[in-house]
């Protein structure tokens, strides 16, 4: 035997031919996946278009596992179109791309693998785009959206790693793009992206105080309207003696259930603490407690949010030195860190009395207080928070924009001025 005949039977590795083909081939594999996904993200869009907040998918699973929110959000749309039929062409085309390099021999296979690189480096780009989104600006995790980011990273892998088993194949000695061309693509790719999400960046400016006319509100935006009236109005009673801003008589009283451990009741206070400050004559805000922590909701078998109810208690001790509000703030601000110790440190820097603040929680003498707002809110059949009532009008999670806050304080104002609470 030779020493060439013994290497070649040593060598087991797929020639560079072969390597390459099934490199396509799983990359078009995985494009499908892709695909499956797009169909499914775009059903669930529609659905929620369609139902508003009638429909809940499988994969909302609470505040910080929704896609429902990332859906519903006017970030999941370009132009009017939804993302995911955008999601679903662009897979589409690349497994066709795949396809093509797979079949064809090697020249062709260059040619549709270069036009697979630009298409896989513009989706990477424009994933990673609204990974930031979903979690800097909605604060929630999308589980489809996510397997979609999964599907475009493994494709990255495969296309580089089908560029190089090109590179080695004895017909060519150059890979299907240079450094520069991939270098290129991606810069191309991520000013694409940019300018996209410049274009289409929701509009996130409040109405003026002064804009208070129901027909405006309707012309404005007639879809919200029309969304927002289609909301039921709970008859059951929502107010007990607590803490609350905003006007002593005002024609709209919001009343929130919320949690200091989740991440959209921070964004939700912050947009009620504006609404407060835009339009302090026609707004009431009540604040109640319903933290997903077993410990003192006996809704939940375990706890999603630890050390929740020990923030509501400290809260409501703050109130009773008449600082619920100075509480509410340094405890959303710091809701990664409600733990015991630094929940009196919080106390400390807002200025409250250190003994009273100290013998109330040790005594848990609010807790009976957060135990009560959990209860009310089993009976109203919360399940998330926030969970919002406007006069009574049960509105789920936060809007996605500070004008929708305003448009429902006009709703809700003229209809009680006309005496419709339809």
Same mark, same amino acid.
């Given at each position: ?23 396509? !081939?799983? !990359?078009?594999? %995985? ?60 897979? /589409? ?7 093509? !390099? ?37 604060? /929630? ?10 599907? *475009? /990273? ?5 296309? *580089? ?42 509009? *996130? ?11 405006? %509100? ?140 100290? !013998? ?26 926030? /969970? ?6 049960? %509105? *789920? ?26």
């Amino acid at each position: 035997m030779t020493a060439t005949t013994a290497a070649s039977q040593g060598d087991s590795s797929p020639d560079p031919k072969t390597k390459s083909s099934l490199l396509l !081939a799983a !990359a078009a594999a %995985v494009a499908v996946v892709g695909v499956a996904l797009s169909v499914e993200i775009a059903y669930i869009h529609a659905q929620i278009a369609s139902l508003g907040s009638n429909y809940t998918s499988f994969c909302n699973v609470n505040s910080s596992i929704n896609c429902d929110r990332v859906l519903a959000s006017e970030f999941s749309k370009l132009a009017g179109i939804p993302i995911a039929w955008f999601a679903l062409a662009t897979y /589409t085309g690349l497994a066709g791309l795949f396809l093509l !390099a797979w079949r064809g021999d090697s020249a062709a296979a260059r040619r549709w693998l270069r036009l697979a690189v630009v298409g896989v480096a513009g989706s990477v780009a424009f994933s990673l785009y609204m990974l930031g989104v979903s979690l800097l600006v909605l604060e /929630t995790v999308c589980l489809m959206c996510s397997g979609l980011y999964l599907v *475009v /990273t493994v494709l990255a892998f495969l296309t *580089v790693a089908a560029c190089r088993a090109f590179a080695h194949e004895s017909s060519e000695s150059a890979p299907p793009l240079s450094l520069r061309e991939a270098g290129a693509a991606a810069a191309a790719s991520v000013i694409a992206v940019a300018a996209v999400a410049a274009a289409s960046w929701p509009s *996130v400016e409040a109405l003026p105080a002064g804009f208070v006319d129901l027909e405006q %509100v309707k012309q404005a935006d007639p879809k919200f309207y029309d969304w927002y009236t289609s909301h039921e109005i709970t008859r059951k009673p929502l107010l007990r003696a607590g803490d609350d801003t905003g006007s002593d008589s005002p024609p709209v009283t919001i009343v929130e259930f919320s949690d200091f451990g989740c991440g959209h009741c921070r964004r939700n206070h912050e947009l009620i603490s504006e609404l407060v400050n835009r339009r302090p004559e026609q707004v009431r805000v009540v604040h109640r407690h319903f933290p997903l922590d077993s410990v003192c909701n006996e809704a939940l078998p375990v706890s999603i949010h630890r050390n929740a109810c020990r923030a509501a208690e400290a809260a409501e001790c703050a109130g009773l030195q008449g600082r619920f509000s100075d509480m509410a703030d340094i405890l959303f601000k710091n809701q990664i860190q409600l733990f015991e110790e630094n929940l009196f440190r919080l106390a400390a820097k807002i200025g409250l009395d250190e003994k009273d603040f100290r !013998a109330c929680m040790e005594s848990n003498a609010t807790l009976p207080r957060i135990i009560d707002d959990c209860r009310a809110g089993q009976d109203l059949d919360i399940k998330s928070t926030p /969970t919002l009532y406007f006069n009574g009008r049960r %509105v *789920v999670g936060t809007f996605d924009r500070p004008a929708a806050y305003d448009f429902a304080v006009i709703i809700e104002a003229q209809l009680r001025e006309g005496g419709d609470a339809s």
